[in-house]
């Protein structure tokens, strides 16, 4: 079965400043799914950011950018110029027929 | 506005009792999902339905139940043959069971005393 981990249990991070989220995964696939979610203290999961396997591109969405590196299974979450409602937990994910998601990184965000 | 939807926020039962934790969705998504939380961990996958009338057991799918007779439902059974029933229930759904993304409930806070 497909592994995920997130070897950072808690990460923190200053006001402004960006931050990377590790993340690698275990699998015998090339075509699969990678995201990224955000659980904040309401504990909604929301989307942060997916990546398709099959691109080399590394994904982005406005602060949050992703380096993956296919070949080392590693798949990172960088966020940058952090703000106070970045604050949350993060859990890596990966989907080829079901979701596997990693134990996650407690991000704090000081002020 | 298209999401979905969990009720209720928090649930208490007595041990001993079934309880059924609802989610429904609007997104016209063919599969949906039931996972568990626990603190300082992430999600387990409970069960899982790529379509109406079909699901399929997940990870941990002892002591629990489901059906799914519509599309837009997916009600979650915590039965008493489920020995740590506490904990965070989360729904979600996505277009297809393949490479998706998936969308979530706000989830279900059971407590079973």
């Known amino acids: 079965a497909q592994t995920v981990t997130q070897s950072q249990p808690e990460m923190s991070v200053q006001e402004a400043e960006t931050v990377t989220l590790s993340c690698t995964y275990d699998?015998?696939?090339?075509?699969?799914?990678l995201f990224w979610y955000k659980q904040p203290p309401s504990r909604q999961m929301i989307l942060v950011i997916r990546?398709?396997?099959?691109?080399?591109q590394n994904a982005t969405e406005n602060r949050f950018s992703v380096n993956f590196q296919k070949a080392a299974k590693s798949f990172s979450l960088k966020i940058s110029d952090s703000q106070l409602g970045d604050a949350a937990m993060y859990f890596c994910?990966?989907?080829?027929?079901?979701?596997?998601f990693g134990a996650g990184t407690r991000l704090t965000v000081k002020p | 506005d298209g999401g979905i939807t969990q009720s209720p926020k928090y649930l208490f039962r007595k041990e001993g009792q079934n309880v059924t934790l609802s989610c429904e969705q609007n997104?016209?998504?063919?599969?949906m999902y039931w996972y568990r939380q626990d603190p300082g961990q992430g999600l387990r996958l409970i069960y899982y339905?790529?379509?109406?009338?079909?699901?399929q057991k997940g990870d941990i799918a002892e002591g629990y139940s489901v059906s799914r007779e519509k599309k837009e439902s997916f009600p979650l059974t915590v039965t008493s043959a489920q020995k740590n029933p506490t904990a965070f229930y989360l729904c979600?759904?996505?277009?297809?069971?393949?490479?998706?993304?998936?969308?979530f409930g706000p989830g279900t806070r059971l407590t079973v005393t």
């Open positions: 979600a759904s996505s277009i297809t069971a393949g490479r998706n993304e998936q969308y």
């Open positions: 699998t015998s696939e090339s075509d699969y799914y």
């Open positions: 990546q398709e396997a099959y691109k080399q």
């Open positions: 994910a990966y989907k080829e027929n079901d979701m596997r």
């Open positions: 997104l016209n998504h063919d599969a």
């Open positions: 339905s790529q379509i109406v009338n079909d699901f």
